[in-house]
């Protein structure tokens, strides 16, 4: 959770923003008396504004996601370990593979401009229903690869696949979160490079989200 806020302000790890650990950097933001009452009014706000309730994720470790809450992409490389004290490794990936968690996670942009994303990126991603989702994954992954074996047969190797959907990259100027859907099962997958995936979401998506990500297919 510390990690969450302190990488929720400052882009790289302490040593690089000048700082000795996370606990100085978020004492750093909250010694500013008007940054501490923004961030209060914007926490009032945003749980009078509350469009659905938090799940408990069930991952096999601890972690403080939510599922169907909003998080951007250092949130969530915190909230894993992946963004710590230490360090903040760059990352431009639309998937990341955790072996030490037995985890890999996507994060889905459904609606692509080809301005932001080149031809080989321009995924074919969807809501199927509230529960099954479609998904592409990049095009160097080629069935029978040691990365398509990972996510076909994840529930057999007790691996976890997690979806972080968003509709845009950005929305009225501003870089758009990602809604946690939580983990997901494996149901099919047919072609290479890219191969195309059907899973099955493990809670229902928010049903203000399920018309936005699946109006590719209406």
């Known amino acids: 959770m510390l990690a969450i806020f302190y990488y929720s302000f400052y882009n790289a790890h302490p040593a690089s ?10 004492a750093t933001v909250l010694a500013q008396p008007e940054y501490k009452e923004e961030i209060k009014e914007l926490l009032q706000f945003l749980y009078q504004s509350l469009e659905t309730m938090e799940i408990e994720n069930d991952f096999d470790f601890a972690c403080p996601l ?14 894993l370990g992946y963004y710590n004290a230490e360090k903040s490794p ?11 968690k037995n985890l890999d996670i996507f994060f889905i942009t459904l609606n692509k401009s080809e301005k932001d994303f080149s031809p080989s990126t321009l995924y074919d991603d969807y809501a199927i229903n509230e529960r099954l989702f479609h998904w592409q994954t990049q095009s160097r992954v080629a069935e029978g690869s040691k990365t398509a074996e990972r996510y076909i047969y994840h529930k057999k190797r007790n691996h976890q696949i997690a979806l972080f959907v968003r509709e845009y990259k950005k929305e009225n100027g501003y870089t758009s979160p990602f ?40």
Not at 17 to 26: A, H, I, T, Y
Not at 69 to 79: F, G, K, R
Not at 195 to 209: A, D, H, I, K, T
Request: aromatic share 10%; hydrophobic share 35%; net charge negative.
């Open 66 to 79: 939510g599922v169907h809450c909003n998080y951007n992409t250092s949130q969530v490389l915190a909230a």
């Open 90 to 100: 760059a990352f431009r990936e639309g998937v990341k593979h955790f072996e030490d």
């Open 179 to 218: 809604v946690f859907l939580g983990t997901a099962d494996h149901v099919s997958h047919s072609g290479s490079k890219p191969m195309s995936f059907v899973w099955r979401l493990n809670e229902e998506m928010p049903s203000y989200l399920v018309p936005r990500a699946n109006k590719n297919i209406l």
């Open 17 to 26: 923003e000048g700082f000795s650990s996370l606990e100085e950097g978020v």
